[in-house]
Structure formats: C-alpha cells, structure tokens
C-alpha cells in the first residue's frame, strides 16, 4: 500500500520505519521537498521510502498518517488541499498540546471541543480517525514492548474507517485491545489524556507505559 506520513518528527519516523519494514511504501511529507530530516529517512529506509511536499505526499497516499505537532495541524492540512485528502482516511495521531506558558504543557482545545472534531469539521470530506495519541511512538508500532495487556483507543465518525484503522492497529502494529469510543467527539477523552500521562512520565521518568481497562 501506497501510505502518507505528515511530519518528520519522531513520530513520523517511527510509524514510517514500520510500515515500510512491513512492505508499504511510504512517502514522508514536510513543507520543503528538501527536507534534511526527510531525506535522512529516505536513506535509512531504502527504495520503498520517498519523500515530498506535504502535498505530495497526500496525494501519493492510500492513507494518511497526520503525525504533525498539534499547533502546527491545520497549517498543514490548509497547505495540501482538499483535493488530496478527500475520501481518504486520515489517521490522526496529533494532540492540542500548547507549551506557550511552559511545561508541563496546557490543551489549547478541551472539553467541548477537540483537536480531531476540528480537523473533521473543516474536511469534511476526509474520513478523520483519532488514534495511537495517548503512548509514547515507540509503543505506537509494538505494543509488546511492555508486558501485560495494554490499550489503543480510536473514534471517529466513519464506521468503516474505524473497521481499517482497527485492522491497521491489529494486524501491522499488533494490538490486541482497541476500543472504538464512537464518534470524532470522543477525541476530546483521549486528547485530554494527555495532562495525565505528561504527569506520569514525570513521576516515572521514562515512557514505556500505556493504560490498560480493567473490567
């Protein structure tokens, strides 16, 4: 499959790395198409890794990763262009993370509204999943880093999106707990999870930890 990655931070890199150890080719976007960082994961990741312009890279994409900072979101997606997006799913793993007044970081956006239901509204032609926002990268793509059972969480409005994003999540990356929370509205749960686990990384002082549901 022909996949989109936004963003060249570690993020992007590391669901980048996977998809194409997997098989994919995988086109990583930034706002120059000659982006050093960009370029360094074109070299590390062989011929099956190309990179472009954000708008480039969607249109090459079967499926949109969105792994861009929250603040910079929309400054990304206004630079590509319906015309790439729509009818696609995009994969949203962005979060409203605002560091203006210092760390640990404030939501730009809550309670009433989220950064996923936001993306949704402006594209609405989009198929906008929520999903992988609330763990560090590295468990994102191997999810048995840590032991035990340990959850993945997504919504959106789209039903048969969430049915590829929930096979993506099961049968590449290997998730064995995903819950569908509904529709986009409940990225404002998993966005606000955020504070809580930025406060258990502090407490902990490393990343290797997920939530997990008891029942």
Not at 56 to 80: H, Q
Not at 117 to 142: F, R, S, W
């Amino acid at each position: 499959m022909d996949i989109c990655i936004l963003g060249t931070g570690v993020v992007g890199n590391t669901i980048g790395t996977k998809l194409i150890d997997l098989g994919h080719h995988v086109m990583m976007g930034s706002r120059s198409s000659t982006n050093e960082k960009a370029a360094n994961f074109v070299q590390t990741n062989g011929s099956r890794a190309s990179h472009g312009t954000f708008a480039e890279a969607a249109a090459f994409g079967e499926i949109i990763f969105n792994c861009t900072k929250g603040d910079a979101t929309f400054e990304v997606l206004n630079s590509i262009g319906t015309e790439h997006m729509n009818g696609k799913i995009l994969i949203d793993l962005s979060n409203p993370l605002d560091f203006s007044k210092g760390f640990p970081p404030i939501l730009s956006v809550s309670n009433t509204d989220s950064l996923g239901e936001q993306i949704q509204k402006a594209y609405p032609g989009v198929h906008v999943v929520k999903a992988l926002n609330t763990m560090n990268c590295m468990l994102m793509v191997n999810p048995s880093a840590i032991k035990g059972d340990h959850a993945a969480f997504i919504c959106g409005n789209d039903s048969g999106s969430k049915g590829k994003v929930t096979d993506i999540l099961k049968k590449w990356f290997g998730w064995r707990e995903v819950y569908d929370l509904g529709d986009i509205s409940n990225s404002r749960g998993t966005e606000m999870l955020l504070p809580l686990w930025i406060r258990l990384y502090g407490k902990i002082q490393h990343a290797n930890f997920n939530f997990h549901i008891a029942m």
